[in-house]
Each structure stands twice: as C-alpha cells, then as structure tokens.
C-alpha cells in the first residue's frame, strides 16, 4: 500500500473516531450545529507512522500535456530558437518544435543549409549578390488541408527572402504521415529551381521519407535541390 493511500484512510478514521466521540457526548440530543475540530486535537502523524516518510506530491500530478504543434503556434528559430529545439546555437535554419531530431541531426542539416547558402549565390537588387535561403520546418502532424497554408505563412514569417528578391525556400515535413512540401515564389526563385525541378525532387523526397529516417531523408533533399 502507499504512502499516499495509508495517510487518507488513517485520516478518515480519525476523523470518524472524533466524531463519534463528540456525537456521544450529546447523548440522545440532535446535532443541529456543525462540530469544529481544533488542530491541537489531532494525533501526531509522525508518532503513528514513525517509518513513514510523507507522500510526494509530485506522485499525484497530472501526466504532462505535451502543446500540440499548429499553424498558429509554430514558432521562428531566428526569434526563438529554443522552441524550435535548437538550444545553444548563434543561428539555425531549422525549426523543430515537436522535438523529432536528436541534437546532432539537426545539427548536421543545419551544416547543410549553410553550405547551400555558400554555393547559392545570386543577384538581388539593392543587396548585390546574396544566397538562396532555405528554411527547414519538421512537424509531427498536421491537416492536410493545413499544410499548403502553414508553408506559405512560415515562408512569409520567417522573412527567408531578401527585401524585394522573393528569393527564400522553405522545406516543411511531417512525420506521421510521411510528405514534403516544398515552398518559394517562382519569380525569385527560378531558374535555381523551377517547375521541372521539382518535379523530379518530389518524387524522390516522397520516397526517401517511406524508406529512410527522417533525419537522412531531409540531408538527402536538401542536396537535391
């Protein structure tokens, strides 16, 4: 038996006990007023329980609600990196909010990403030559109905493109059900990537998400590109 359990019945019988004793003092009499029990009445726990160590609260918490990812909440690694599970890091491209990527995976795509930044130069008015930025989102599930609108929204929020260029990429994959989207502005994108491109990268994502593990599937489309 715990703790926990012999305290509440121990409790209850004192409780009992005392009030029995109080109901017998006004013999034969109705009890029209509520019987107030100072504390100094009560026993001394640790004199009847002497081995006992009191029950931990912390036994009798609710289990802990993990937030659910969604479009409202998902969160921008350049404003908070830490909820997207990048912890310790001066700049990541990656948001993992569901926690799905060990340290070092993530770690390893983010090494990735800056080497497309390094080899992805191009011109933008005003800015002269800059990369393509692309920004990586994992989450475990979503809507499918959601998943076009939660792309275009972090696009836009996570302000990949320059000033002007429309030049950013964003990769958005879910887990539980294995899918890849991929979303930039045509116009500042191409011919970097273009229609056809795409085309042939989907297909090849799609498959390395149902064969592969997420992490090595998302290095492998992100060389892709």
């Known amino acids: 038996m715990s703790c926990g359990l012999k305290y509440k019945i121990i409790i209850k ?29 009560l026993p001394n726990m640790n004199e009847m329980l002497p081995n006992e160590e009191p029950p931990n609260l912390a036994d009798y918490d609710e289990p802990i609600v993990t937030k659910k990812t969604t479009l409202e909440n998902f969160p921008n690694p ?69 998943v076009n609108t939660l792309a275009d929204e972090l696009l836009e929020r996570w302000k990949l493109s320059h000033e002007r260029c429309d030049d950013g990429i964003l990769l958005l994959f879910t887990k539980q059900e294995p899918d890849v989207l991929i979303k930039y502005d045509k116009v500042g ?28 599937a998302i290095e492998k489309c992100i060389l892709s590109i």
């Open 13 to 41: 019988i004192i409780v009992k006990i005392i009030f029995i004793h109080e109901l017998s003092k006004c013999g034969e009499c109705k009890v029209n007023n509520t019987i107030m029990l100072e504390l100094g009445a």
């Open 189 to 216: 994108v191409e011919p970097y990537l273009s229609a056809k491109v795409i085309s042939t990268i989907y297909p090849m994502c799609q498959a390395l998400l149902q064969d592969e593990k997420l992490a090595i």
């Open 78 to 146: 350049f404003m908070n990196p830490i909820e997207c599970n990048r912890i310790n890091v001066e700049e990541s491209y990656i948001c993992d909010p569901d926690k799905i990527l060990k340290t070092s995976e993530a770690d390893r795509i983010d090494e990735l990403l800056s080497l497309e930044r390094l080899s992805s130069t191009h011109h933008c008015e005003g800015y002269g030559e800059v990369p393509y930025k692309i920004g990586v989102a994992i989450i475990n599930s979503i809507a499918k109905e959601d």
